[in-house]
């Protein structure tokens, strides 16, 4: 007894041929892609010109009145960055406080983007958290000591300032 001969499309030959022409097309659009994708944007940097300045100074005029404050507010450490970032030890008077600014517009289309500001040591109960397009604020804190800042946004840019009050 014989068996039957199988149809045209059950024949291994022509299985392994449509699988050969499919992994040939498979190749060829993944090469064509590769040829579209670019190299990075070139960088270009641009410098200042040089400018001279000078200064004269005359005598202030001799007053009994005494300054409003003896004491500048002294920056105790600031900070600029567009992604997770981490301060420089540094002690912090039992009164001072934190300046912050963020630019999310980045993230406009998401309804903005997360700004956060904590810290180690003395500092690890500090939590700052701001999720908008862009914002400023100050927190005062009564406790000092020596730690941390630590900042995490996905923000095209952001100002952190500690300063002694």
């Given at each position: 007894m014989e068996l039957p001969t199988p149809p045209w499309y059950r024949r291994w030959s022509v299985i392994l041929a449509g699988v050969i022409v499919l992994a040939i097309g498979v190749a060829g659009v993944g090469l064509a892609g590769f040829r579209n994708v670019g190299g990075p944007d070139p960088t270009v940097t641009t410098l200042a010109p040089a400018t001279t300045v000078t200064t004269t100074t005359t005598p202030a005029p001799p007053t009994t009145r005494k300054p409003q404050s003896t004491l500048p507010a002294?920056?105790?450490?600031?900070?600029?960055?567009?992604?997770?970032?981490?301060?420089?030890?540094?002690?912090?008077?039992?009164?001072?406080?934190?300046?912050?600014?963020?630019?999310?517009?980045?993230?406009?289309?998401?309804?903005?983007?997360?700004?956060?500001?904590?810290?180690?040591?003395?500092?690890?109960?500090?939590?700052?958290?701001?999720?908008?397009?862009?914002?400023?604020?100050?927190?005062?804190?009564?406790?000092?000591?020596?730690?941390?800042?630590?900042?995490?946004?996905?923000?095209?840019?952001?100002?952190?300032?500690?300063?002694?009050?």
């Open positions: 002294e920056v105790l450490w600031t900070g600029s960055g567009s992604d997770v970032g981490k301060s420089r030890g540094f002690r912090a008077p039992p009164s001072w406080h934190i300046e912050w600014m963020f630019d999310c517009a980045n993230f406009r289309k998401f309804g903005g983007g997360n700004f956060k500001i904590t810290g180690d040591g003395a500092f690890e109960n500090i939590q700052i958290q701001e999720f908008d397009t862009g914002a400023s604020g100050s927190r005062t804190f009564s406790r000092g000591g020596y730690g941390h800042l630590l900042i995490d946004s996905v923000c095209r840019r952001w100002t952190v300032t500690a300063v002694a009050d």
